[in-house]
């Protein structure tokens, strides 16, 4: 069975970091595309970052460019999104997704709130 | 980054037909098609459809989809009182190297 389970997330203060980690059962993330979404509250989906097979091409969105590296670690099976100098803005819930054509599995969400 | 189109609500009567639409342009939805997602409140996106025009393992039938142009569309029938939710088209944009999402549809069972 295919499972995301994601960890991180937090209250964090504007210009600090926090990592995102999206653990993978049920499937090799080497093997395929892995992305990161976004919603902030009350809002729609937001695509955050790809990163493609074998960690070749990554792809951001331009107000996270600079700021969010995604990575997998092939030796645990998972996918981390690396966030920095983060704005209030950047507050929502990231869930990880397999891509697979369209994204077809997903995490549970984290909850990334930037607050003073 | 420019998203897909979507209408922002939909309504329609227990056990009728709705179809949602998504429009986009030649680098997206008119070139790899859109994929379509359920979302419940509080809870992740659902894949319905693929756009590699697959529906997943474990959707209803009564899910389809379609595609004209740049203008992809999703078909529910015999609507039931779950398929109340938020509705997302996604592609992947070729020209700008980035998946793109609309704004969502949230759909009413009256």
């Known amino acids: 069975e295919v499972q995301l389970v994601q960890s991180g997330g937090g209250l964090v203060q504007p210009g600090g970091s926090l990592r995102l980690s999206c653990e993978a059962s049920g499937f090799t993330v080497s093997r395929y595309w892995m992305t990161w979404v976004r919603q902030a509250p009350g809002k729609g989906l937001e695509w955050v970052a790809t990163i493609q097979l074998d960690g070749s091409e990554e792809n951001y969105v331009d107000s996270v460019k600079g700021r969010f590296t995604i990575s997998r670690d092939n030796a645990k099976n998972s996918l981390h999104l690396q966030m920095n100098s983060l704005r209030v803005e950047d507050t929502a819930v990231y869930y990880c997704a397999r891509e697979n054509w369209s994204p077809d599995y997903w995490g549970q969400g984290s909850l990334v709130t930037i607050s003073s | 980054q420019a998203g897909l189109t979507q209408p922002p609500s939909v309504s329609k009567g227990l056990g009728q037909t709705a179809t949602l639409t998504c429009t986009g342009n030649?680098?997206?939805?008119?070139?790899?098609?859109a994929g379509w997602l359920q979302q419940h409140q509080g809870h992740p996106p659902k894949l319905l459809w693929s756009?590699?025009?697959n529906r997943p393992s474990g959707i209803s039938e009564r899910f389809s989809a379609s595609r004209s142009g740049n203008t992809a569309s999703l078909t529910i029938t015999g609507l039931q009182p779950e398929d109340e939710a938020d509705y997302y088209c996604?592609?992947?944009?070729?020209?700008?190297?980035?998946?793109?999402f609309g704004g969502g549809t949230k759909l009413t069972v009256l």
């Open positions: 030649s680098n997206n939805v008119g070139n790899q098609g």
């Open positions: 996604s592609a992947w944009d070729s020209s700008l190297s980035a998946r793109v």
């Open positions: 756009n590699n025009y």
